[in-house]
């Protein structure tokens, strides 16, 4: 920016930096100018392979496409005027920028503005005004029909100085109503002070402190504060809002996969994405997928979701929705459960202009199976398309009554009706594999995907119909595996009813089919994926512990880890053993946990270097290794990949790539550790893709390190601590 200029041109959006102050007073330092460069240098396309290449919160956080899911499913036709607050470096503009009008953004930061402005240069219906938001608002248009404050409200404090109630929140919404149409509507998007995850060990989201909203703020001064649900319509009301709707995002408003409301709340198996600490380590104090089935059960998930997203002005068409652009671009697609009065139906249309081809084949899929099941007990619902004004094509089918075969199932498991469970298998192979030898097969025809109401069962989701035959004992397969794998203690309680072997064969499935058919669905899902990562598998690679008290453990799980132990061969506690003694953690998906960690048998020999082996089943996220439990300096000095035949393959390269550490280093050398908790984490699915193994499989982890104490007045130094 010149001195004295008051306007900025870059590419087609222009900063407005007329009311710009001339200094930034809030900014996240050297990570605003990395990602300024990559914006700069990189298409929007390239964004996703950064994001895995760098494997760190910030760069998650502002480039994600999945940021746009808190926008993306609100039914624009095209003609809206736009006014977003806090757009910071425009990970929600973007999105707004494909389906709206104009878009006019207020932003305090002159780097992030930049940031926005960069991204989104080939953009002609961006104008960004850069400065204090009580300097420009007197100055804004009168006749927004959408202003948007996604994470911006909570900062009130920081921003409303002269708020004559004295309430800067209810200060912020009067000020901002002036500047909405006649039928213009707000949209907020917050987390909740009262949310699930809080309770269950997550740090308060802006102070970082352990139950900090649900104590009320006592024990702080905070930045930014957030509300429950009962206080956010107290608030709206007392600014003389009086119709509005909650939405709840799930598991939050940063990174929705599913947008659930009070019309379509959701059922407890569908909340299995709760471990989502990116940016800093959580405590497991419960289980939230337990938890949330009373909370359920009892119609207080609006109490207890983690974010809203409120939205004045009359409801909206749209009841419930969920996402899939964290699959390959070909793929990714959005589902809704729309109404029209008193007709409801679900709607699945693109989000990329790669994925039509995939929306337009749900038509002749419904041909198809209609056509395989026309004699047969199978119903398919009904499937017709239709056109939006901007081209797009969405594809639309009836809201069918009846209820999932999985919550069916579910409840035999819980009344431990063995007879029942297998009875609705037989039933799943008879109806679904009617017709098997005829070319049309939905593959993906999973317990979720049929309502049974009566007699009656239907088929409501076909998207990955295959014009080939599969047999139904591979379907049944595969829909069995999906199950198990959406809520693993499925699999525990159907292990006690049916052992596993038993169940295989009542399907009639071999062993050597099942690891066929589980490689299939290897393969199947990396095609679905592409090359994108997605959120769990990125949280594993580049998110904070998550961190099981012991006093809290039951007695199965102490008995667990005291298993474990004696497994590993350890002797005595942590406290206990010697220092140079090294310790592995295993993710299969809830974190790092005391009871899937181990001391291993193999002591540091000559020149302080060990050996040993880690046991791979193929279900891990991620593997945790502590070289010591002191200040040291380890050298990883070789990775490999062994498989049944004791084969070893070299991926000490790969290992030092992906691996995340708390210590100071580059690969090849050593790796210096200040701290009494050392660790290096490895992301293994990432590490065996790329190694050329697949997923799922069993393998085994040799590694070979090398370590030497560190003096700990020489770790102070390093710290900071001493002069």
């Known amino acids: 920016m010149q001195q004295g200029s008051r306007a900025e041109k870059i590419g087609n959006v222009t900063l407005d930096l007329s009311l710009y102050p001339g200094?930034?007073?809030?900014?996240?330092?050297?990570?605003?100018?990395?990602?300024?460069?990559?914006?700069?240098?990189?298409?929007?396309d390239r964004f996703e392979e950064i994001i895995r290449e760098r494997k760190d919160w910030p760069t998650l956080y502002h480039l994600s496409p999945i940021r746009g899911n808190i926008v993306d499913w609100i039914p624009f036709d095209g003609s809206e005027k736009v006014l977003e607050i806090g757009a910071g470096p425009g990970a929600i503009t973007g999105t707004l920028l494909k389906s709206v009008r104009e878009v006019t953004c207020v932003e305090l930061s002159y780097r992030r503005s930049l940031i926005n402005a960069a991204r989104h240069k080939d953009a002609d219906n961006l104008l960004i005004r850069v400065g204090n938001f009580e300097d420009i608002e007197p100055t804004l248009d009168t006749d927004y029909d959408y202003i948007f404050l996604i994470g911006v409200l909570e900062y009130a404090r920081q921003y409303i100085h002269s708020a004559s109630s004295?309430?800067?929140f209810?200060?912020?919404?009067?000020?901002?109503?002036?500047?909405?149409?006649?039928?213009?509507?707000?949209?907020?998007?917050?987390?909740?002070?009262?949310?699930?995850?809080?309770?269950?060990?997550?740090?308060?989201?802006?102070?970082?402190?352990?139950?900090?909203?649900?104590?009320?703020?006592?024990?702080?001064?905070?930045?930014?504060?957030?509300?429950?649900?009962?206080?956010?319509?107290?608030?709206?009301?007392?600014?003389?809002?009086?119709?509005?709707?909650?939405?709840y995002p799930y598991p939050d408003y940063k990174f929705p996969s599913k947008i659930y409301s009070d019309e379509r709340q959701p059922a407890a198996p569908e909340l299995n994405e709760n471990i989502r600490n990116f940016d800093r380590d959580r405590l497991l104090l419960f289980d939230e997928r337990k938890a949330y089935r009373g909370i359920t059960q009892d119609g207080l998930y609006p109490v207890f979701a983690n974010s809203f997203e409120i939205v004045t002005g009359p409801a909206l068409p749209v009841e419930y929705c969920k996402f899939s652009n964290d699959r390959d671009a070909r793929y990714a697609i959005r589902t809704s459960m729309e109404r029209n009065g008193e007709e409801r139906f679900i709607v699945k249309t693109p989000q990329t202009k790669q994925a039509q081809e995939h929306v337009d084949h749900m038509i002749r899929a419904a041909g198809l199976l209609s056509k395989r099941y026309a004699d047969g007990a199978l119903r398919i619902a009904s499937c017709t398309g239709f056109t939006h004004k901007d081209g797009t094509r969405s594809v639309r089918f009836p809201l069918v009554a009846g209820t999932?075969?999985?919550?069916?199932?579910?409840?035999?498991?819980?009344?431990?009706d063995r007879e029942g469970f297998l009875e609705l298998l037989t039933q799943y192979r008879a109806i679904v594999g009617f017709g098997e030898e005829q070319p049309a097969a939905d593959y993906d025809m999973t317990f979720a995907n049929l309502l049974i109401d009566g007699d009656t069962w239907t088929a409501i989701d076909y998207e990955w119909t295959a014009e080939r035959?599969?047999?139904?004992?591979?379907?049944?397969?595969?829909?069995?595996?999906?199950?198990?794998?959406?809520?693993?203690?499925?699999?525990?309680?159907?292990?006690?009813?049916?052992?596993?072997?038993?169940?295989?064969?009542?399907?009639?499935?071999?062993?050597?089919e099942a690891k066929r058919l589980t490689a299939e669905e290897d393969a199947f899902q990396k095609r679905v994926t592409g090359d994108r990562s997605a959120l769990g598998e990125l949280r594993a690679e580049i998110g904070g512990d998550v961190i099981r008290p012991g006093i809290l453990q039951t007695p199965e799980e102490i008995a667990a880890v005291k298993a474990a132990r004696k497994a590993a061969g350890e002797q005595g506690r942590k406290e206990d053993r010697p220092l140079a003694s090294v310790q592995v953690y295993v993710d299969t998906g809830r974190?790092?946990?005391?009871?899937?960690?181990?001391?291993?048998?193999?002591?540091?020999?000559?020149?302080?270097?060990?050996?040993?082996?880690?046991?791979?089943?193929?279900?891990?996220?991620?593997?945790?290794?502590?070289?010591?439990?002191?200040?040291?300096?380890?050298l990883l000095r070789k990775a490999e990949l062994l498989d049944d035949a004791d084969s070893a393959q070299d991926i000490t390269h790969l290992v030092y790539r992906t691996m995340k550490t708390n210590g100071a280093g580059t690969a090849g050398s050593g790796i210096v550790y200040a701290t009494d908790d050392?660790?290096?984490?490895?992301?293994?699915?990432?590490?065996?893709?790329k190694a050329g193994r697949k997923t799922g499989q069993a393998n085994a982890l040799r590694l070979t390190l090398q370590m030497a104490g560190l003096p700990s007045t020489m770790a102070q130094m390093i710290r900071g601590e001493t002069n």
């Open 23 to 44: 200094q930034d007073f809030y900014s996240d330092g050297d990570v605003e100018d990395r990602i300024l460069d990559i914006v700069r240098s990189c298409p929007a």
């Open 166 to 168: 004295g309430d800067p």
């Open 170 to 247: 209810r200060e912020e919404l009067l000020r901002i109503r002036k500047h909405l149409s006649s039928r213009g509507r707000l949209v907020i998007a917050i987390e909740n002070r009262l949310g699930l995850k809080y309770f269950a060990g997550c740090r308060e989201d802006h102070s970082g402190r352990f139950f900090d909203g649900i104590e009320s703020y006592d024990r702080s001064d905070p930045a930014a504060v957030t509300f429950s649900k009962p206080a956010l319509e107290k608030l709206l009301r007392s600014c003389g809002i009086q119709q509005f709707s909650f939405y």
């Open 404 to 416: 999932p075969l999985e919550d069916l199932l579910d409840e035999r498991l819980s009344a431990k």
């Open 469 to 512: 035959a599969i047999p139904a004992r591979e379907m049944l397969y595969r829909s069995l595996a999906c199950y198990f794998r959406e809520d693993p203690e499925r699999r525990c309680e159907a292990e006690r009813l049916i052992p596993e072997t038993e169940l295989l064969s009542f399907i009639g499935v071999s062993g050597e």
């Open 591 to 634: 974190g790092f946990r005391e009871e899937q960690a181990w001391f291993v048998e193999e002591s540091y020999g000559d020149e302080g270097v060990i050996c040993f082996t880690i046991p791979l089943s193929g279900n891990e996220h991620a593997v945790r290794v502590d070289p010591a439990l002191c200040p040291c300096v380890a």
């Open 678 to 689: 050392p660790w290096m984490c490895l992301p293994l699915p990432k590490v065996l893709r």
